[in-house]
Nanobody, 125 residues
Framework: QGRLVESGGASVQTGGSLRISCAAS????????IGWYRQTPGKERELVAA???????KYADSVQNRFTISRDNAKGTVWLQMNELEPEDTAAYYC???????????????????WGQGTQVTVTS
């Protein structure tokens, strides 16, 4: 059984930076494309960034040039470096399986059994 565990969320001021982490174990360790999703109450889930084992990446327009996704395959860890944070980035962030063919809203390549507890990012003005 696979598992994904998110960590590193915090409260930061507008314009600040934060890096969050996703640790994979079990079958999740071999996921080819892992993405970072975010969600706020009442809004649709958004895939903000994804990365393949080979290093290919995909970003949502809303975070392009501000967020950077990276991974260490040997450690089973994926990071999301978030710069120039805005109040609109406030959300619970989750990692899950993804595809490089989709970013933003309407991406459904995740697995239900991989959803973790998420990590909360709050950006204050």
């Amino acid at each position: 059984q696979g598992r994904l565990v998110e960590s590193g969320g915090a409260s930061v001021q507008t314009g600040g930076s934060l890096r969050i982490s996703c640790a994979a174990s079990g079958s999740a360790f071999n996921i080819n494309v892992i993405g970072w999703y975010r969600q706020t109450p009442g809004k649709e889930r958004e895939l903000v960034a994804a990365i393949s084992r080979g290093g290919g990446t995909k970003y949502a327009d809303s975070v392009q040039n501000r967020f950077t996704i990276s991974r260490d395959n040997a450690k089973g860890t994926v990071w999301l470096q978030m710069n120039e944070l805005e109040p609109e980035d406030t959300a619970a962030y989750y990692c899950n399986e993804a595809s490089l063919d989709c970013a933003g809203y309407g991406c459904f390549d995740y697995r239900e059994d991989y959803w973790g507890q998420g990590t909360q990012v709050t950006v204050t003005s």
